[in-house]
């Protein structure tokens, strides 16, 4: 026998001693799931096993999550800026003392800085889809560039 397979026999009666190859009691009896995804490439099969049975997601799937709830906290964000833009409108309807004027201009003022922290959110999200469409293995799968003048839009003719 030669070195190195003195040193692997070594290090498994070792790993027999210390008992890493016994199997938990509440694994004991049950069968092995050997059922393989078809449409995992032969390749990654191991690797999506491994991460299927640690509840681990490969990367992209993450990064889409990301992209998820950015867009979701962005626009609800957003949403909310616009619902108390016109609910200031809303009472400063037909007024036109000084007060209601330097409102007015303090909810137009405050509804430009929420359009702007959407439009800087929009600029990273949508650095993060080009980052998760770099990585996702499908091309079906990717994003769409996200438009944040669309969803500005239909909050301005939702409004009306």
Request: net charge negative; hydrophobic share 40%; charged share 35%.
């Amino acid at each position: 026998m030669n070195y190195w397979d003195e040193f692997i026999n070594r290090r498994i009666e070792k790993a027999k001693e210390e008992g890493s190859f016994e199997i938990p009691q509440e694994a004991r009896g049950k069968p092995l799931d050997l059922s393989e995804n078809p449409y995992v490439p032969e390749s990654s099969r191991m690797a999506f096993k491994i991460m299927k049975e640690n509840d681990i997601a490969p990367d992209w799937i993450m990064d889409g999550k990301d992209i998820r709830q950015a867009v979701s906290d962005a626009t609800a964000a957003l949403e909310r800026a616009h619902k108390n833009f016109k609910i200031t409108m809303r009472k400063l309807d037909g007024r036109v003392d000084v007060d209601s004027i330097y409102a007015r201009e303090s909810a137009y003022d405050a509804w430009d800085d929420a359009c702007a922290r959407f439009r800087k959110a929009a600029i990273k999200i949508n650095e993060m889809i080009i980052t998760y469409n770099l990585k996702v293995p499908i091309s079906d799968l990717q994003h769409l560039r996200f438009d944040p003048e669309r969803v500005l839009d239909r909050l301005e003719t939702q409004g009306r």
